[in-house]
C-alpha cells in the first residue's frame, strides 16, 4: 500500500555534535541545553558526498552514527536506500526568522 507519512522520530538543534547530544527524541518539543524548538527546525542536512547537502530524516540513532533517509530532493535522491552517517555530520538548518 502506499507509503503513509508519520512524524519524524528525532530532529536536532544546536547541542554538542561530537557526542550526539544533539539528537532529539521527536515527542520533546524543545531542547532544555540550548532552548530551541522543534517549531523553529526548517530542516536537518548531511553532507551529500557529492559535495552538497541532503535535507534528510533521522531513522535510527547510534553511538556514533545515525541512519537518514533523503526526503523533499528534487533530484530523485529520495529513492536513496537509507544510510548511516557520523552524528557529527548531522546539522540543522532552522527558519530565517529564528536566527537572530
Ligand atoms: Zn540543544
Same mark, same amino acid.
Given at each position: @500500500?502506499? $507509503?503513509? $507519512?508519520?512524524?519524524?522520530?528525532?530532529?536536532?538543534?544546536?547541542?554538542?555534535?561530537?557526542?550526539?547530544? !544533539?539528537?532529539?527524541?521527536? !515527542? $520533546?518539543?524543545?531542547?532544555? $541545553?540550548?532552548?530551541?524548538?522543534?517549531?523553529?527546525?526548517?530542516?536537518?542536512?548531511?553532507?551529500?558526498?557529492?559535495?552538497? @547537502?541532503?535535507?534528510?530524516?533521522?531513522?535510527?540513532?547510534?553511538?556514533?552514527?545515525?541512519?537518514?533517509?533523503?526526503?523533499?530532493?528534487?533530484?530523485?535522491?529520495?529513492?536513496?536506500?537509507?544510510?548511516?552517517?557520523?552524528?557529527?555530520?548531522? %546539522?540543522?538548518?532552522?527558519?530565517?526568522?529564528?536566527? %537572530?
Amino acid at each position: @500500500m502506499a $507509503y503513509r $507519512y508519520q512524524p519524524s522520530k528525532f530532529w536536532t538543534c544546536d547541542c554538542d555534535r561530537t557526542t550526539g547530544g !544533539h539528537i532529539i527524541a521527536g !515527542h $520533546y518539543s524543545a531542547c532544555v $541545553y540550548c532552548s530551541k524548538t522543534r517549531a523553529q527546525l526548517k530542516e536537518i542536512v548531511v553532507p551529500s558526498g557529492l559535495g552538497g @547537502m541532503f535535507s534528510v530524516e533521522i531513522l535510527e540513532v547510534g553511538d556514533a552514527r545515525a541512519k537518514v533517509q533523503v526526503v523533499s530532493n528534487a533530484n530523485g535522491f529520495d529513492q536513496l536506500p537509507p544510510f548511516d552517517v557520523a552524528l557529527k555530520d548531522i %546539522a540543522p538548518r532552522w527558519k530565517r526568522e529564528v536566527t %537572530a
